[in-house]
């Protein structure tokens, strides 16, 4: 037998409501640090699917905003681990689309990678003081689900696709600095000139 998908989708537990509402709802939430031992707990985690039909999920994600979009300690995407809600919800700024606007995306998936990468500096809202070159995917496609429920497939290049990987990670309970160590035992060759796209090296080893 078959079930929908938001029959599986969990809505929030009563801890996860509490953090949701705790302080003042009209600001933003606290982003979680990776240098306190309790919260690298939560960023390394791997996330669940959310009913879009949750309560409290609007305060989640206008909270979540307030926080990536912060003039001081904001960025380009942040997913909801950060602010210590393992579920699948994450916000992008959509350098690819005219006004470069955030969007929000609910229980979000990578289905396709392309073999060409492209190195990229990246820094994160949870680990201080640190930035370090990445190689990621230079085309992704993505499923997800509105804030209607509505599932979407699409595809996307270029440094948005980055940051859809790099917020897509935190979800899975993988930092930057994870992807960084992992490729450390990785070669990748440049295909132009000046060196920003790359195919992986298949290893003998």
């Not at 309790?38 to 994600?61: C, G, H, Q, R, Y």
């Amino acid at each position: 037998m078959l079930f929908p998908f938001f029959s599986l989708a969990q809505k929030f537990s009563k801890s996860e409501r509490e953090l949701i509402n705790s302080g003042n709802t009209s600001e933003r939430m606290y982003v979680i640090q990776s240098d306190i031992e309790k919260e690298l707990e939560i960023l390394k985690s791997v996330s669940k699917n959310i009913n879009p039909k949750a309560k409290n999920l609007d305060i989640l994600i206008s909270r979540m905003y307030l926080a990536v979009t912060h003039p001081t300690d904001g960025g380009v995407g942040i997913a909801a681990p950060q602010v210590g809600i393992n579920r699948n919800i994450i916000w992008v700024q959509r350098f690819d689309k005219p006004s470069e606007p955030f969007e929000v995306y609910l229980n979000p998936k990578i289905v396709w990678r392309s073999e060409l990468m492209r190195k990229g500096a990246e820094g994160c809202l949870s680990i201080p003081n640190t930035r370090g070159s990445v190689y990621r995917h230079y085309a992704i496609e993505i499923e997800y689900h509105n804030r209607k429920g509505k599932k979407h497939s699409e595809k996307i290049e270029g440094f948005t696709a980055v940051i859809f990987q790099h917020e897509i990670d935190h979800l899975n309970g993988i930092l930057f600095t994870d992807r960084i160590k992992e490729q450390e035992h990785k070669d990748f060759y440049p295909i132009n000139n000046p060196k920003e796209l790359y195919l992986e090296q298949e290893s003998s080893r």
